[in-house]
């Protein structure tokens, strides 16, 4: 008989269950299907139910593990509210929160108005804020926990026309100092992964709309290109295991040197 492991055994996320918000696509989506592959049941969360539900499908079928979906605005209390508990009756823990969702009205300061600026706030920011505040509670009963918020480099390295934006991810960075330090003594780590511009389809929008300004964002990286989605979602995979258990109050950038300290 062979003595090698079987699959459930080297698994490094093998029966824990996460939440990852803004996956119905992008990164978010990179980050459910890499978390779903190493072992973890997965919540898929998007604003728009035919293309959550793809996701969550399309997850599954590629990962083979346990994956649910949820719909809704998570900038609204009640929302996040019946997404945490969700996941609860489902599997009763959460052992992982992934804040993701997001997605900036990226505009110069001035041409901004309310409705963009609000958006912009509630999309990066109250999303983080009100997924923190539903699920910490059972991450504190059980003693454990992984939570990791999507920032964003352009906070360090003011980004063309990014300043709300930047205002909205700024205070991702910062719930992560103090919620980190809040909650160590219960074994959860809170961590902010911070990527530059990234090889997606925002991206590809501004090349087509103004290819000088997409190669401005691309020439502050070293590296000469943006990050690829599945660099952002696997360094988010090695803080959710117990590697990294030792790592909590930081933001880490993934960033292909646009900033260095």
């Not at 592959?37 to 499908?57: D, H, Q, S």
């Not at 083979?64 to 949820?70: A, K, V």
């Not at 969700?86 to 009205?105: E, P, S, T």
């Not at 901004?112 to 109250?126: C, Q, S, V």
Request: charged share 25%; net charge negative.
């Amino acid at each position: 008989m062979s003595d090698m492991p079987n699959q459930s055994e080297i698994l490094e996320l093998n029966c824990k269950v996460a939440i990852v918000t803004g996956s119905s696509r992008g990164i978010g989506k990179e980050i459910a299907l890499i978390l779903s592959k190493e072992g973890a049941k997965v919540l898929i969360t998007g604003t728009e139910e035919e293309r959550t539900k793809n996701a969550a499908e399309e997850v599954a079928k590629q990962a083979g593990s346990e994956i649910d979906y949820f719909v809704g605005d998570l900038s609204i209390e009640e929302n996040v509210i019946a997404m945490t508990e969700k996941v609860i009756k489902r599997w009763d823990k959460v052992d992982i929160l992934v804040n993701n969702a997001g997605g900036g009205v990226i505009l110069p300061f001035l041409e901004h108005n309310a409705e963009t600026l609000k958006k912009t706030i509630d999309r990066n920011l109250w999303t983080c804020v009100w997924s923190c505040h539903k699920v910490l509670p059972y991450m504190v009963q059980q003693n454990y926990g992984r939570i990791i918020n999507i920032g964003a480099d352009s906070v360090r390295n003011g980004l063309w026309d990014h300043a709300a934006y930047n205002a909205a991810k700024g205070g991702v960075h910062a719930i992560t100092t103090g919620l980190a330090r809040e909650f160590a003594r219960y074994d959860i780590t809170i961590n902010t992964v911070a990527p530059p511009t990234v090889e997606s389809e925002p991206l590809e929008n501004i090349r087509r709309k103004d290819p000088e300004l997409a190669k401005k964002y691309i020439g502050l990286i070293p590296k000469g290109r943006g990050a690829y989605e599945d660099e952002i979602a696997d360094f988010v995979r090695y803080l959710a295991t117990d590697k990294a258990r030792f790592i909590t109050g930081q933001t880490i950038s993934v960033n292909g040197g646009s900033t260095m300290l």
